[in-house]
Antibody
Framework: VQLLQSGGGLVQPGGSLRLSCTAS????????MSWVRQAPGKGLEWVSA????????YYADSVKGRFTISRDKSKNTLHLQMNRLRAEDTALYYC??????????????????WGQGTVVTVSS | DIVMTQSPLSLSVTPGEPASISCWSS???????????VDWYLQKAGQSPQLLIY???NRASGVPDRFSGSGSGTDFTLKISRVEAEDVGVYYC?????????FGQGTKVDIK
């Protein structure tokens, strides 16, 4: 499956942005999907996940209450709505497909496909 | 949250020589199903991460057999039997036993 990301850009602190990730080559309705970010010069940080079967969502404490993950299965598209953005949200954001695990099911955080990344810069 | 710690943070290797990266977790990553929930990823310069190893020792599809993962409990190792020029990049371990999944700081590997 190929993941093509869009959205991102420069936004002022307190502002909002929406990221999108469209899957091609396979439908992703049965897969869990995650967003992972990488601050400039830093390592990887998991942000959020959504299950394919029931759209149950999970968030890192750092974004809970500000970010919302969702998916439009008719368009094979994953979204990340980011509100009340802070300077520390500045990062390269990746979407990632989860291939699951026989024990944990669809949500296992085994990321076998990644989008190309999209930059979010929060600055005044 | 489970803390993942890698060592070394930087590694310079001669082509054809072996390389080894260690990763420690703040809690055991052994599940009752006998699997260890640790993955290894490689991020090449300017690229998205790619999965190398899952469940501690299983190579992902298309990963050369010079890469191997091992370990148990809280101590894990990624080994490259003979480093090639294309192996340069930053290697991350990640635990996926508990939510949130957490990554190590990364180990930068380059060629001497």
């Amino acid at each position: 499956v190929q993941l093509l990301q869009s959205g991102g850009g420069l936004v002022q602190p307190g502002g909002s942005l929406r990221l999108s990730c469209t899957a091609s080559g396979d439908t992703f309705s049965t897969y869990a999907m995650s967003w992972v970010r990488q601050a400039p010069g830093k390592g990887l940080e998991w942000v959020s996940a959504i299950r394919g079967s029931d759209d149950f969502t999970y968030y890192a404490d750092s974004v809970k209450g500000r970010f919302t993950i969702s998916r439009d299965k008719s368009k094979n598209t994953l979204h990340l709505q980011m509100n009340r953005l802070r300077a520390e949200d500045t990062a390269l954001y990746y979407c990632a497909k989860d291939f699951g695990d026989p024990w944990f099911g669809e949500l296992a955080y085994n990321f076998d496909s990644w989008g190309q990344g999209t930059v979010v810069t929060v600055s005044s | 949250d489970i803390v993942m710690t890698q060592s070394p943070l930087s590694l310079s290797v001669t082509p054809g020589e072996p390389a080894s990266i260690s990763c420690w977790s703040s809690q055991s990553l052994l599940h009752s199903n006998k699997n260890h929930y640790v993955d290894w990823y490689l991020q090449k310069a300017g690229q998205s991460p790619q999965l190398l190893i899952y469940l501690g020792s299983n190579r992902a599809s298309g990963v050369p057999d010079r890469f191997s993962g091992s370990g148990s409990g809280t101590d894990f190792t990624l080994k490259i039997s003979r480093v090639e020029a294309e192996d340069v990049g930053v290697y991350y371990c990640m635990q996926n036993l508990r939510t949130p999944p957490t990554f190590g700081q990364g180990t930068k590997v380059d060629i001497k």
